[in-house]
């Protein structure tokens, strides 16, 4: 389950919307904030289990499945708000 980083990162878009910057920088964000989460899921991943061996790592090609599987939530979910907020800022004026 992604944490706290995770929501937070969905005031990027609503900044960049209401900024006016264009729809590459977000997904971009998005991107990174994917990076960024796998990072994370990575770090706990590392520890040792409760009987003290070392979990198993995954291999490249399943770790890069996951990260672009992760990655297509966050651009889609980034891309919800920032569609919203971008429209919600047109009617504004």
């Known amino acids: 389950m992604f ?14 919307a209401f900024s006016g910057f ?10 990174a904030c994917a990076g960024l ?3 994370n899921i ?10 003290g061996a070392e979990i ?3 291999s490249w ?11 297509i939530g966050y651009v889609a979910a980034h891309t919800a708000v920032y569609l919203l ?4 800022a047109a009617l504004r004026l």
């Open 3 to 16: 944490g706290f980083d995770a929501w937070l990162s969905l005031f990027g878009p609503a900044y960049f």
């Open 22 to 31: 264009s729809a590459p920088v977000m997904v971009v964000w998005a991107v």
């Open 37 to 39: 989460a796998m990072w």
């Open 42 to 51: 990575g770090q706990r991943r590392a520890r040792k289990d409760a009987a």
């Open 56 to 58: 198993p790592s995954r």
């Open 61 to 71: 090609v399943a770790s890069w499945k996951v990260f672009l599987f992760v990655a």
């Open 85 to 88: 907020v971008r429209y919600l």
